[in-house]
């Protein structure tokens, strides 16, 4: 994941010594086995109940039984059952009832019952321990393979607060690599599709005015929204504080972006695009962030000012409110904040830093930058010296990342031309794109 | 030091004694868990013949077996005796169960005070070999 982590490799059997967990095993298995025989008794008064039903109800039909009757320990003599219709029933704790046959087979009935539902609760016990038993095992053959507990830290401390609480929720070792692969999946994806669109926009912006853009994304959209909800949700569950930070920032940061002017008039359509994608919802906190953070750099990515400007129509707009004004008026680069926010995971911050140190600078949220201090601290050094914070800070980020780059300057040439078209129109897969920007940019 | 070989053993005395303690308040617990379950099981069974008690008409006629003898008794009087005895062997669990809170708290304060004389064996015996 990050260079430089710090892991901890350690086998599962260390974790989970195998002598422990078959010790487990056959606990569990014992309980399991007296369960059984405890099941096996119940049921052995069930078919007796109903044996004895059916016996009840034939007696009465005849007016006498010859039987041969048990006399002593050995010995038996012929005799009859007379009074074949009265029952002395035992009730239990030594209280008997005299009742008819009916009645007896009434209460033999009634007994069946709850013998078939102390049957029913013990089967359930039973596969519970099973489960248990089944789990035991697995783990005990895991541990005798020498399967082996990755954990690594992430480099940025949000990060680390991110994976702390990610392998601790999750807890077994497969879950911490499997995580991280999920979320490099997923990052892949989206970068993925927001290359598609990029691509696409290119072609509308080249084409046509925004509206296009629009069209064509809309059906993206809807996948798109998919990945960037998760993307979004990834994002916005790693960096709550981002997003609360950014309901702080918007009313901060507004005023830095009212400084600062967007280049890219793509931006703005871009983010009208955002302001229908559910998305833009879910990352308007991160991008009210990145928007007011990014004031004052230079947006690369005319998807981002789009983006911003969508974002204040788009719902996201409601949510941030009077922020969404500020954010048209502003065109700053918003990328390099997004893209902070949505690599937080496993990319480092060093591309968005720069940028955010600046926009720290220049701003004061209050409180709520829990990632912003961190990322600043990072990019301290590399603040100062950014001509092209944006360029460079994206570069910083993964492959994928890289990529976009090659695709950025063309795209945002283009855009500015359907700058005036796309602000009007709103589409949501730019959220996609936006990332894919701001990968891109790095 | 000639002093701590003493104070090891005596520890260890302790720790001999901390523990049959240990063990003792341990049966204590499985007995009480025994006589738990057995209760449980007869208030079950009382609690399905007042059912049926009450299931039954008025004229009808209910035997106790009393030994080897099956004595005529009062519907009412079966009633009342069934549910006196529920009631004792309700009395009866709580009170086990109060009692086995506290054989609880007592073992668990007793398997500190052995794992803490443990240790500190282990720390002298550690510090008598080194020199």
Known sequence: MGDGAKG??????????????????????????????????????????????????????????????????????????????????????????????????????????????KVESLKATMMDLEAQAKFFNSTAEEAAEGLVEIREEYIEKSEQDISGSGPNSLGSSKTDN??????????????????????????????????????????????????????????????????FSSSAHKQETSE?????????????????EMSSSIISKQIGGIYEQQLTDQSSLQSNDP?????????????????????SEQQSTDQSSLQIGLEMQFIPHAHSFSNSKPSISNEKSGTSPSGAQFSFPTIEDSSNGIASGNSNPVSSGRKAFTGSIVEHDVGLPPIQSVKNTTNQTQSASSSSPKPVSRFKMQRGNR | MASSPAVVRELQRDLENQANALSKIQKDIAKNHQVRKQYTIQLGENELVLKELELLKEDSNVYKLIGPVLVKQDLAEANANVRKRIEYISAELKRLDGTLQDLEDKQNSKKESVLKLQQKIQTLQAGKSKP
Not at chain 1, 24 to 48: C, H, M, P, Y
């Open chain 1, 8 to 117: 901890t490799v350690t086998p599962l059997g260390s974790l989970f010594p195998p002598e422990e967990v078959q010790k487990a095993t056959k606990r569990v298995e014992e309980a399991i086995a007296e369960r059984q025989s405890e099941l096996g008794r119940l049921q052995g008064f069930v078919s007796d109940n109903t044996a004895l039903i059916q016996f009840v109800r034939s007696l009465p039909n005849e007016l006498s039984h010859d039987i041969m009757v048990p006399f002593g320990g050995a010995a038996f003599f012929p005799g009859c059952l007379v009074h074949t219709n009265e029952f002395l029933v035992l009730l239990g704790e030594g209280y008997y009832a005299e009742r008819s046959a009916k009645q007896t087979v009434d209460i033999l009935q009634r007994r069946g019952k709850v013998l078939e539902a």
């Open chain 1, 256 to 272: 830095s972006r009212l400084g600062h002017k967007s280049s890219d008039p793509v931006q703005k359509s871009r983010g009208q």
């Open chain 1, 178 to 243: 499997l995580q991280k692969a999920d979320e490099d999946e997923e990052f892949a994806r989206i970068m993925a599709r927001i290359e598609e669109l990029e691509k696409e926009e290119e072609l509308e912006n080249g084409n046509t005015s925004g509206d296009d853009d629009k069209d064509i994304l809309s059906p993206q959209q809807v996948g798109d929204e998919d990945e960037d909800g998760e993307a979004g949700d990834e994002v916005e569950d790693a960096e709550t504080s981002y997003s």
């Open chain 1, 303 to 323: 998807a981002q000012k789009s983006r911003s400007r969508e974002m204040s129509s788009s719902i996201v707009s409601k949510q941030i409110g009077g922020i």
